[in-house]
């Protein structure tokens, strides 16, 4: 029986271990994959841990032993029997959504609204899809259904496609703000992970005019220069003893007017990290022009003290947004592959399998989205 080494999750709270298993089998409608890359997400360490001090949610989390690993990219190996249009050595993008595939939502296509949505290498709604799927990417082979690859263009590497994840969520959620030609965008947290992506996929599909705010100016920059003509940056400040002085609001909101001939944005949308408080969301909220739209793909955890009745009266809408869709995937595929996604910015770092528990304690060091943290399954040294 051919064997692979997968990094598992015996017991949450302590470091993954190096196992050889069985490399597994594709079911008839699934592909075999051979890992190449395997982007990690800062916010992995705080799930396979007890960094906060509780264990996570078991109901919430794959059974133990476990493969994570969220974005993998590779070569197709194997494919099922019921797989026509994808063939072995193929290179893919695995979407790691997984859904239910039979409820009313799977069957309309709207796969993401599935009650048992689940991330295959991650956590998610149901157990029985983690048991189905229980290959993260942190191993050197998964199995994954033919609907969830988007295929990779020659001229993107494995590593840059290791970021996809990032991308299509900040991608789902700008395509629900109808970003492009002559729209106007504030990317609340732009030079994060999540922000980062956003500001290349705004130039990508568009964008006239691409505001962002951000903490540290260094960053914010570097971000203003990848387009000097179509980014700008707000530094935003702590105040002493944490909050921020409504004056604060005010002078984001007349700077975002003053970019936008005294309208303010089109659309937001907030990639806040954890940690981040409401009142930094609020800010961004009122830089929106009456009948602007925003959506929420960051992780402000406190309460909005969000006011209805401004909502009503500036016709202002607010959605929240998860993950993207494989057709959305391919998208981006398409855009990286034509060159008007440049994601020649972003600066790999590698490690192998056997450093994974390095790599994923490492990531405090880091130029804010700039950094790609990514694992490779083929080196195990
Ligand atoms: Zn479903």
């Not at 189905?132 to 020659?154: E, H, K, M, N, S």
């Not at 732009?190 to 951000?214: E, P, V, W």
């Not at 930094?280 to 209805?308: F, S």
């Amino acid at each position: 029986m051919a064997t692979m080494i997968a990094a598992r999750v015996h017991k949450y709270g302590e470091p993954m271990q190096l196992d050889r298993i069985p490399v597994p089998e594709p079911r008839s409608t699934d592909v075999l994959v051979e890992v190449k890359a395997c982007g990690i997400v800062p916010n992995l360490a705080r799930v396979v841990s007890n960094f906060f001090g509780s264990a996570p949610d078991p109901k919430a989390m794959p059974p133990l032993p476990a493969i994570f690993g969220l974005d993998p990219t590779g070569v197709i190996t194997k494919v099922g029997d019921q797989v026509r249009a994808i063939r072995p050595g193929e290179r893919v993008y695995v979407n790691p959504a997984r859904s239910c595939g039979s409820c009313r939502m799977c069957r309309s296509g709207q796969v993401l609204d599935c009650p048992n949505f689940t991330f295959q290498g991650y956590f998610g709604r149901s157990q029985e899809i983690m048991r189905a799927y229980p290959y993260g990417g942190f191993a050197q082979f998964i199995t994954a259904p033919a609907t969830a690859l988007v295929r990779l263009p020659d001229n993107v590497s494995f590593e840059a496609a290791a970021r996809l994840g990032y991308f299509g969520t900040a991608y789902a959620a700008m395509k629900k703000l109808g970003v492009g030609p002559g729209h106007s965008l504030l990317i609340n947290g732009i030079s994060g992970t999540l922000g980062l992506c956003a500001a290349l996929l705004a130039l990508a599909m568009g964008a006239t005019k691409i505001l962002g705010t951000g903490r540290n100016a260094a960053l914010l920059e570097r971000v203003k220069a990848l387009a000097p003509e179509r980014i700008d940056v707000f530094a935003m400040t702590d105040a002493p003893g944490g909050g921020q002085p409504d004056s604060f609001v005010s002078s984001l909101v007349s700077w975002a007017k003053a970019a936008t001939d005294g309208y303010g944005v089109d659309g937001m949308i907030d990639c806040l990290p954890p940690g981040a408080p409401a009142s930094a969301m609020m800010r961004a909220l009122h830089t929106l022009r009456r009948g602007g739209r925003a959506v929420n793909v960051g992780a402000v955890m406190e309460v909005l003290p969000l006011n209805a009745f401004w909502l009503m009266t500036n016709r202002i809408g607010l959605q929240g947004s998860v993950w993207f869709t494989t057709g959305e995937g391919e998208e981006m595929a398409a855009m990286a592959g034509a060159g008007t996604l440049n994601l020649s910015v972003l600066k790999h770092r590698v490690s192998p399998l056997s450093q994974v528990n390095e790599a994923i304690a490492g990531m405090g060091d880091r130029d804010g989205g700039f950094t790609n943290f990514v694992v490779d399954p083929t080196r195990v040294d």
